[in-house]
Nanobody, 127 residues
Framework: QVQLVESGGGLVQAGGSLRLSCVASGRTFSDYAIGWFRQTPGKEREFVARIDWSGYSTNYADSVKGRFTISRDNGKNTAFLQMNSLKAEDTAVYYC????????????????????WGQGTQVTVSS
């Protein structure tokens, strides 16, 4: 099993930037797609971005396209989410998850296709 730990959240003004990290340990990190999701109280976990196991394929939610960039460094067992031009509506707890299937080429945005969630990192954007 892979264990994931998110970090990098914080309080930032609208228009600012943050870089989230997702550090993995356990099973081979480089063989699994990683998804970033976010959640606010009373709402379901929402897809933000996904990167495939190789790092060559990515997809984003429309709400963050052009502002957020997902990347990964398999040598360091780490995935990143660079968030620029942050808006108040980006405020949420951000989670990273590992896709359930080995080297999946799925572009899934369904959180049920991911697991080994970390504890999350809070991002608060003040307007």
């Amino acid at each position: 099993q892979v264990q994931l730990v998110e970090s990098g959240g914080g309080l930032v003004q609208a228009g600012g930037s943050l870089r989230l990290s997702c550090v993995a340990s356990g099973r081979t990190f480089s063989d699994y797609a990683i998804g970033w999701f976010r959640q606010t109280p009373g709402k379901e976990r929402e897809f933000v971005a996904r990167i495939d196991w190789s790092g060559y394929s990515t997809n984003y939610a429309d709400s963050v396209k052009g502002r957020f960039t997902i990347s990964r460094d398999n040598g360091k067992n780490t995935a990143f989410l660079q968030m620029n031009s942050l808006k108040a509506e980006d405020t949420a707890v951000y989670y990273c998850g590992a896709h359930r299937y080995y080297r999946s080429s799925s572009y899934s945005i369904n959180p049920n296709d991911y697991g080994q969630w970390g504890q999350g990192t809070q991002v608060t954007v003040s307007s």
